[in-house]
């Protein structure tokens, strides 16, 4: 996060706002077509956890089931996006013809890199299923920051063009992926042979079948605001949108560490203790987002100007306060969608999107038409609102944070109009800045659970330790 800080200004400095933008749009897609992983990260993530430790070789059968069935899923990922890229960057989406001709001869490396993205998931998912969260997260960390510096420098040591740029970035992720398979090896694989085992596939194709659905609708629901933007409006917009969509984006490392920490526990446990620990999970990142949200918000327009430039910020911090509140329900939410997922139930999760993605484009269009990315941010924060409340209805969540989520929308609205209506550093800002941030940890405590509430008060010394309230919401 901290190392994007500093990269992002030089990317738009080295590359232009154009490029940047482009290549926003071509980590979307294929993070879109990650889709033809078939949930089968999350598959084997969900299969290997809920194993006995003892049962080595039936771990071993699962990872090679889904890793070798994943490859071949990739390829046929990889040949479906060469036709489609070619469509939407040579025909839909508004750029320079020069800037259009160095995407087009990019297109094979962005295919070629959709296998690695399917693999990556099956890698990643064995090593969650294991609980090995310290090495899997200090791989991912070494990668993203190889990942955010590499084809910088490219830019800088051979040139700016997309066609230096991206191949830096797809060579490094597949270094990344190198290192994920050499841990799976010794931790997982060592001593057992490559197998495959149709009863397993289906199996795994079964959980994953459903979680595809997702996969299809809801990365779709995910770019789709940026993917609109490109068509409707233009790459450099895209910029002005991407920028803090990615400031913003950082705050769900916490959501979606807890959650894929308490998914293979969840998976593990069932039945009562299982949900117990899903709503747990679910009061602790509303209490936990809420102030980082919430300052966030506040924080938009002034960092923007110091970390971009005041004529950047100006267009750039309204979407991006708008994007910073809808953060809230988007980390919030990973907990009711890793807990279906651990309770075996991904139908319900595919469900909630296809119950969103029609009335969503159909609002995304008009919004974006009306009042440009603007309209992008407020279809983006509706969206994941909704998907928040559907999630936690499915997960049998709902009731029991219902005040709590009042409470937090109450904060958001609060600080939302405080950023449009105030200016930066002024008194009245400073004011209710510091209301915001007094208002907002005691709406936290309120949120969470009884046990979770005493934890905290256990750390507070003697003389606060009577804050509080003695029922949770």
């Given amino acids: 996060m901290f190392v994007s800080l500093a990269t992002v200004p030089a990317y738009l400095a080295m590359i232009g706002t154009s490029r940047f933008g482009v290549l926003s749009i071509t980590w979307l897609l294929l993070g879109y077509f ?28 699962r990872f090679w089931t889904a890793l070798l069935t994943n490859i071949g899923l990739g390829i046929a990922g990889g040949l479906l996006l060469v036709p489609v890229s070619y469509f939407y960057f040579g025909h839909v989406m508004k750029i320079e ?27 990643t998912g064995a090593l969650q299923g294991q609980e090995r969260f310290a090495i899997l997260n200090s791989i991912s960390v070494g990668a993203t920051l190889a990942f955010q510096i590499v084809p910088l420098l490219a830019a800088l040591i051979i040139g700016p ?25 010794r931790s997982l694989l060592r001593g057992h042979p490559i197998a495959w085992n149709l009863a397993e596939a289906r199996a795994m194709v079964g959980f994953g079948g459903w979680t595809t659905v997702s996969a299809l609708f809801g990365p779709l629901m995910a770019v789709g605001d940026r993917l609109s933007i490109g068509a409707l409006v233009g790459a450099r917009s895209v910029s002005f949108y991407a920028v803090p969509f990615s400031i913003a984006e950082r705050t769900t490392i916490i959501g979606n560490s807890v959650a894929a920490a308490a998914f293979p526990r969840i998976a593990a446990l069932g039945g009562v203790e299982g949900r117990a620990l899903s709503q747990a999970s679910q009061r602790f990142l509303m209490a ?112 029991q944070t219902f005040l709590g989520t009042l409470g937090a929308i109450a904060c958001l609205l609060v600080c939302v109009g405080s950023s449009f209506l105030l200016r930066p550093w002024s008194a009245d800002w400073f004011v209710m800045l510091a209301f915001v941030l007094a208002v907002a940890p005691a709406v936290a405590f309120w949120i969470v659970t009884p046990a979770q509430r005493e934890q905290v008060r256990s750390f507070l010394p003697n003389g606060l330790r009577f804050i509080g309230l003695s029922r949770g919401c």
């Fill in 34 to 61: 990650g889709l033809f992983d078939l949930g089968l990260g999350l598959a084997t993530a969900q299969r290997i956890a809920a194993l006995p430790p003892q049962a080595h070789h039936d771990r071993a059968l």
């Fill in 288 to 399: 936990v987002m809420l102030p980082v949200i919430c300052l966030g918000i506040f924080a938009m327009l002034p960092f923007l100007k110091l970390w971009v430039g005041p004529a950047f910020a100006a267009e750039a911090s309204v979407p991006g306060s708008v994007i910073m509140a809808g953060m809230w329900f988007d980390c919030v939410s990973r907990a009711p969608l890793y807990a279906l997922r651990g309770y075996g139930q991904p139908r319900l999760v595919a469900f909630a999107d296809l119950i969103q993605v029609v009335p969503y484009f159909c609002f995304l269009v008009v919004a974006i038409r009306i009042w440009g990315i603007e309209g992008a941010a407020i279809g983006y924060l509706l969206r994941v609102a909704m998907n928040y409340v559907l999630l936690s209805f499915f997960a049998d969540t709902f009731r």
């Fill in 161 to 185: 063009s997309l066609l230096y740029v991206l191949p830096a970035a797809i060579l490094t992720r597949l270094a990344g992926l190198i290192v994920l398979a050499v841990v799976c090896w």
């Fill in 97 to 123: 013809p020069a800037l259009r001709s160095e995407l087009l001869a990019c297109v094979p490396w962005i295919a070629a890199a959709v296998p690695a993205a399917t693999t990556s998931g099956v890698l």
